[in-house]
């Protein structure tokens, strides 16, 4: 397990036992983050908050058993301990503002989930799953077309974000185009008093909506892509008969045609350019481009291995299943169907550097994004699962110098920002719910959420290699220092999750425990350091990181696991449906967590550097980094350079 994961796991075993005894009146010492085995789904998709403090102003209902999620007014917000002064987020020379990028001062903001609540309370009642739709569209209609208040397009946000927890999307989408038909077929009293209009306004606005949230990410619904389809070219029909809604039309003919919905009986697109994960086929013109956002239907390129190291190369869809990645490989191995029906089918094998070997079912989607940093998929039979080993490692356990030994504090940090940056606006605002609420029937969807995870754990990692390929003690204690100056000017250009990944690197136990190397740190640094611990120190559900994430204002990049932790929260610590009925209060509470990615996102990262060779060089090593993720391998190294005699 890597020392993210293992983080998040320890905080969340606290939820069983807030069941069997309520929480002490003060908060409770945080575990450290460090290396252990398990499986990844079980830490990263099922985080749980720590019981001192729950994630947003939300509680149990008195009397309801735990099950309602019940929002409460803003209550005066706690007083923030003052934050790092540039002096000290600067020791030494060779730091400065990240790069350039202007910001505006920092000031502090009340919760999201609290301002939502005191402008519109409640946001709605409970109702039945098949009803919510309705009552929205009569909210949204009684509103008429200005002034429909901040209550009805709260409530259209939060359904939009969340139906998928209570109504499938072609459900959702088919009752829409119901009402359209029956706004439609009124009485004509009705729709001479305007009834008709305005229930045909508040179907477009629902509409509307819907695509601009979804956009990509209904590329790859086809079912929701013919209902969609449907309901446009019914409304399109009406474009002669009211001349009002002809703003709304206009702008969702430019939606639909934005969206490039996807319908089975049509003419399928030409090929799509195949795009590069990371670690495949480290190419430096690939890992130069700006990232893009992954699709189900995009292809890539991929390496699957034989139990000799040999491999295969093949061609396939991100979302393609096991079974088909078997049936490409088994094509490039020119088996013959004589030859396949006397030997044994081949299985999927994944095997991590640690050599865990784990078999994928056939029905298995996206397997791509699942690997670990350093872990290979393997084509074998049964027969032949037991004598897989891990291949060499990709990483020469050989010391030297490396990019990072030439390279400046700040350029190695702007690059880093840089990057996540990338990595952050490639992830749709909706994959945080897919990935919590659906778990692996939602992967397909959370494609770019989980290369996002894979580089956090991918930074940890590199933070010990690096340190741990330095065999020579001042150098050593020189590139620690130089660590810890890239975390400070990661958290100036407000990039929380390069930020953290370096810190909990360096609390890796295999890096700790080097006793002379710290002891050669600066004094500045080692209490730069302890500040840095106290901000990613977890108890009272990081509360300090918390306080100092609110006084930030956009673009931010923020510590990503934590996000997928308070949904966890907010999903197992209530229910979702409750005798039949809509838990609206959990839904708001949900969509304002969201809600706070956009305001992240809501301005663009400005970062000036330079186009040189050597920045080019940069760039290229910080998004290509060649890690060593085996625990026991780095606890050699560690012992190694610092015997325990020592």
Known sequence: MKPLEKLLKKQGSHL??????????????GPGPGPGPGPRRQSLSRPAASPEEPAG???PRPGGEGRWLELRPPEAPPRSPPSLSSEELSPGTGTGT??????????PEPPPVAAAAACCWPPAAPAPPERLLAALLERLAAGGAHGRGCGADSLLDDIVLTHSLFLPTERFLQQLHQHFVLAAGGPPACREEGAGLRRKRAVLAVLLHFLETYKGLLQEEESAGRVIKELYLLIMKDTSLYRDLEDEILKLHQLVETVELKVADETPPPNKQVKPLFRHFRRIDSCLQTRVAFRGSDEIFCRVYMPDHSYVTIRSRLSASVQDILASVT??????????????????????????????????????????INSHLFACTRDTFESLVPLPEEIQVVPGDTEIHRAEPEEVANHLTAFHWELFRCIHELEFVDYVFHGERGRRETANLELMLQRCSEVQHWVGTELLLCESLGKRAHLLKKLIKIAAICKQ????????????????????????????????FKNLFRKFENLTDPCRNHKTYREVLAKMKPPLIPFVPLILKDLTFLHEGSKTLLDGL???????????????????RSRPLC?????????????????QLQVIDNQNLLFELSYKLEPSSQ
């Open 16 to 29: 069983a036992a807030r069941a069997a005894a309520p929480p002490g009146p003060g908060p409770g010492p």
């Open 57 to 59: 102003p939300a509680g």
């Open 98 to 107: 990240g790069g350039g990028g202007e910001r505006e001062p920092p000031s």
């Open 331 to 372: 094509e490039k191995l020119q088996y013959s169907e004589e030859r396949g029906a006397r030997e044994e089918a081949l299985i999927l094998v994944t095997v991590a550097s640690s050599g865990e070997k784990a078999v994928l079912q056939p029905s298995e989607e996206c397997v791509f994004t699942a690997l670990g």
């Open 493 to 524: 250009n407000q990039d929380m999750l390069s930020f953290y990944a370096v810190v909990i690197g360096l609390n890796n136990a295999a890096i700790s425990r080097l006793r002379l190397t710290w002891e050669k740190l600066p004094g500045k």
């Open 582 to 600: 809509v838990n609206m209060e959990k839904l708001h509470c949900i969509a304002e967590k969201v809600r706070t990615i956009r305001k992240y």
């Open 607 to 623: 970062l000036e550097m330079e186009a040189s060779p050597s920045q080019l060089q940069t760039k290229a090593y910080v998004r």
